[in-house]
């Protein structure tokens, strides 16, 4: 590959399949690695480095496979400078209409010493009979001085000048160790640029580690200096903390395309679903707050910003959700949020409400969401659905209530009940376990009997903070009742649907212009 016509577009090489992959517990199978490699093309990488033939048999079976089914990107095998490295990548590579085999050996002085125990001179020997290798199978060599960024400047430019004079036709420069910080890096290819013979006939790459959260920052400042190859994975996978993050270095070119003035070939709408695709593939969870696909990339839910989204989007944001094949932003309901939020969401979950409810289911969320993590769509719902089903003068209101249970111990609750004329009435009972009890000693106070004839608790949320939803179902008379009530306490939630239906009654029993007795109707006498 030479550089290419357009002077600003930037080649992406993806490493996902091969320094990717170095990432512990991230190793794929033959087809987890071809399904990784079809969406890395349909997301329009140049480059699949598809993995070192020589590491296994499975390596080499994989990396020739892709070559033979993935057409379009450059496909590439990696190899250390010995013969037997060299012939496996070619090898494994040969059957693609694109072949590249990448060389690579350390030239920093510590992997010269300890690692490879070889002088300055025997590297520079061994890089040129390597690349002279690879050049006997393949037009298309790359070649990577290893700890690039810890290498004598002088001696860099050597081993790089001597590599393309020995036919590379990408050099990529690797911060191997991730040692470097952006102006440093900056400087490196700098003087590449100045001091190297044949530099601009040939790709300039960069390869950054993300050891000290540099990788991406590294990577732009190369690009800045005239580097037009990236070396990135998905997620940002890869050895250790990483390497360069595909999706934010082409997120960061195309969001700040005024700055850099550089394009890719990426089709951004697949990264979302890419980066989605190799989580399920490698089991490595993608972290909430990761920069452009994390789960909160575009969720908000601080009451200001959901207020500035709601009006203007760019208030908040600098790239649109759905560039990335992300389906929307997301306002997240919390203790943060505000009432603009809520009464959107409340919205577009089909409920009208008036100003006054609204104010009222305002106050039961903010309540609601100093007890839990996030809110959910089924809270909000709980909460509309109860103001606007519970609006009118209730004859009872839960105040408190404890309840006792366990092996061992005789199940038993104690309950307080605000009576609408502002009275308080308490009482307690036994049961057979505790919502039992407490259904009893709301009985006792409110002097009714209810024959549930069904009874039932669900989770509507997720997690162990989640909602629990009561739902209770009494026969009255021959009339069938029913009331849910949610908590994220599952005996309050009982007792409130329990109480909901004694309410209903009183209301109806009004309604029916039935007279009260002194402390309750008297259709709710309990019947012996
Ligand atoms: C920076 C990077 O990401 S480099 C790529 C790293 N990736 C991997 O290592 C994954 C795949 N690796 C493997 O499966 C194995 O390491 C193999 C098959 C490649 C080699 O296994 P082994 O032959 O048992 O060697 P081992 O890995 O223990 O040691 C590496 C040897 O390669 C030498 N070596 C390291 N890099 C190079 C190089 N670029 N060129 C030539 N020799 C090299 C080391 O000096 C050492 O040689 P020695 O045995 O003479 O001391
Ligand atoms: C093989 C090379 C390019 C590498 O992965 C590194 O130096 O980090
Ligand atoms: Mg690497």
Redesign the pocket.
């Known amino acids: 590959m030479t550089p290419s016509t357009d002077p600003n577009r930037v080649l992406i090489f993806d490493t996902t399949l091969r320094?990717g992959e170095?990432s512990p517990g991230c190793s794929m199978n033959l087809n987890e690695k071809l399904e990784i490699a079809h969406a890395l093309k349909d997301l329009g990488v140049d480059v699949i480095e598809a993995g070192?033939p020589?590491?296994?048999p499975g390596?080499f079976e994989s990396v020739q496979e892709i070559a033979r089914q993935v057409h379009g990107p450059v496909i590439c095998g990696?190899a250390?400078?010995?013969p037997a490295?060299i012939d496996r990548a070619a090898e494994a590579v040969k059957e693609s209409s694109r072949p590249r085999v990448h060389?690579?050996?350390?030239t920093s002085a510590i992997h010269r010493e300890f690692?490879?125990?070889m002088t300055p001179e025997e590297v520079v020997r061994?890089a040129v009979e390597?690349v002279k290798r690879a050049k006997g199978y393949v037009d298309d060599v790359e070649f990577s001085p290893?700890d690039a960024a810890r290498t004598e400047l002088n001696f860099l430019s050597e081993v790089v000048e001597k590599a393309i004079e020995a036919g590379a036709t990408t050099l990529n420069i690797?911060d191997?160790v991730g040692y470097a910080v952006p102006t440093h890096y900056a400087n490196v290819i700098r003087h590449l640029k100045k001091t190297v013979r044949g530099i601009d006939d040939v790709v300039l790459s960069v390869h950054c580690h993300n050891d000290l959260g540099l990788a991406v920052a590294n990577t732009l400042a190369a690009l800045h200096e005239g580097a037009r190859q990236v070396e990135c994975t998905i997620n940002g996978i890869g050895?250790r903390a990483g390497n360069t993050a595909l999706e934010e270095v082409v997120m960061a070119l195309r969001t700040r395309q005024d700055f850099y003035g550089l394009t890719t070939g990426i089709n951004t709408r697949f990264l979302f679903s890419t980066s989605r695709k190799l989580s399920h593939v490698t089991g490595m969870q993608v972290q909430r707050n990761k920069a452009i696909v994390g789960q909160n990339a575009f969720a908000h839910e601080a009451g200001i910003h959901q207020d500035g989204m709601l009006k203007e989007r760019s208030t908040y944001e600098i790239m649109r959700p759905e560039d990335l094949g992300i389906p929307k932003t997301e306002l997240v309901l919390g203790k943060h949020s505000g009432r603009h939020a809520l009464r959107q969401r409340i919205v577009d979950l089909g409920y009208h409400l008036t100003d006054d409810q609204l104010n009222k289911v305002f106050d039961a969320f903010k309540a609601l969401a100093d007890r839990k993590k996030e809110v959910y769509d089924a809270d909000i719902e709980a909460l509309a659905e109860n103001q606007l089903h519970n609006s009118s003068q209730k004859m009872w209101t839960l105040q408190a209530f404890t309840c006792n249970a366990g092996t061992g111990t005789l199940p038993s609750a104690a309950v307080c009940l605000w009576r609408s004329d502002g009275t308080i009435c308490k009482d307690a009972a036994v049961g057979d376990g505790p919502v039992d009890a407490v259904f009893k000693a709301l009985d006792r106070i409110t002097g009714t009997h209810i024959h549930v004839v069904d009874y039932r608790i669900r989770a509507v949320t997720i997690g162990t903070d989640a909602q629990g939803e009561a739902y209770v179902e009494a026969d009255h008379g021959g009339r069938r009742m029913s009331a849910r009530a949610v908590s994220t306490d599952i005996v309050e939630a009982s007792a409130m649907a329990y109480l909901e239906i004694i309410n209903r009654l009183v209301s109806r029993q009004t309604r029916d212009r039935l007279k009260p007795t002194d402390h309750v109707p008297q259709e709710l006498v309990p019947a012996n």
């Open positions: 320094d170095q070192f020589i590491a296994s390596d990696l250390r400078c010995n490295d060389v690579f050996l350390a690692k490879l125990r061994r390597g290893e690797p191997t050895e």
